[in-house]
């Protein structure tokens, strides 16, 4: 079972990038997804979920608006939109998967069992 984020870089505010979740190994389509972020000398936080049962999406209250995560059961992906970013959008971000098909609340991180690798996102002019 595996996870990988791809897609982070270096964007300037107000800009905008894709983040990719490759699973293998288990069919995303099965669980609920979330996206997590953790900057640098902060706590790892929820940012955004999406639940296999019915797709609803959930995030968390700085993003609402700005990201959007989506997934593709056919390429076995979860994605997470970033538009509008800002610098405290700066963090290594995380894709992992829910115990079940749908999506915890996002502060608890204890729920979501299989984490990927993360991928960099520096918001910076």
């Known amino acids: 079972v595996q996870l990988q984020a791809s897609g982070g870089g270096l964007v300037q505010p107000g800009g905008s990038l894709k983040l990719s979740c490759a699973a293998s190994?288990?069919?995303?389509?099965?669980?609920?997804v979330g996206w997590f972020r953790q900057a640098p000398g902060k706590e790892r936080e929820g940012i955004a979920c999406?639940?296999?049962?019915?797709?609803?999406?959930y995030y968390e209250k700085s993003v609402k608006a700005r990201f959007t995560i989506s997934r593709d059961n056919a390429k076995n992906m979860v994605f997470l939109q970033m538009n509008s970013l800002k610098p405290e959008d700066t963090a290594e971000y995380y894709c992992a998967t829910a115990i079940g098909s749908v999506c915890p609340p996002l502060q608890l991180d204890s729920m979501f069992d299989y984490w990927g690798q993360g991928t960099l996102v520096t918001v910076s002019s």
């Open positions: 190994g288990f069919t995303v389509a099965d669980y609920g």
């Open positions: 999406i639940s296999s049962s019915d797709g609803s999406e």
